[in-house]
């Protein structure tokens, strides 16, 4: 019942901007936390931004300060807003949601990813 449809991605210059959107399917009244997860080519999956129901967000260290996580609650979206593109950016980047106790058989639950390159 939980799917995540995500859009935005492609290919970029460096220095360019990017928004990456997440719609989810459910109610922003179940949902607890969203964030944005990347993988690269070779590497691990890791957290990018994280947006809490009370809106608290916590960035990886090497997008602080050009990328900014935002939630519309009337649209169930976040939004991952990236500015000052660099190559090292190029990953597929996954939206994550975690609902709130409860009202879900799973506690996490992830989109089907979207391409970013960034180009030098």
């Known amino acids: 019942q939980v799917q995540l449809v995500e859009s935005g991605g492609g290919l970029m210059q460096a220095g360019e901007s990017l928004r990456l959107s997440c719609a989810a399917s459910?109610?922003?009244?179940?949902?607890?936390?969203m964030g944005w997860y990347r993988q690269a080519p070779g590497k691990q999956r890791e957290l990018v931004a994280v947006?809490?129901?009370?809106?608290?967000?916590n960035y990886e260290n090497s997008v602080k300060g050009r990328f900014t996580i935002s939630r519309d609650n009337a649209k169930n979206t976040v939004y991952l807003q990236m500015n000052s593109l660099k190559p090292e950016d190029t990953a597929v980047y996954y939206c994550n949601l975690r609902p709130l106790a409860g009202y879900y058989p799973d506690n996490d639950y992830w989109g089907q990813g979207t391409q970013v390159t960034v180009s030098s």
């Open positions: 459910v109610s922003s009244r179940t949902i607890n936390n």
């Open positions: 947006i809490t129901r009370s809106g608290s967000t």
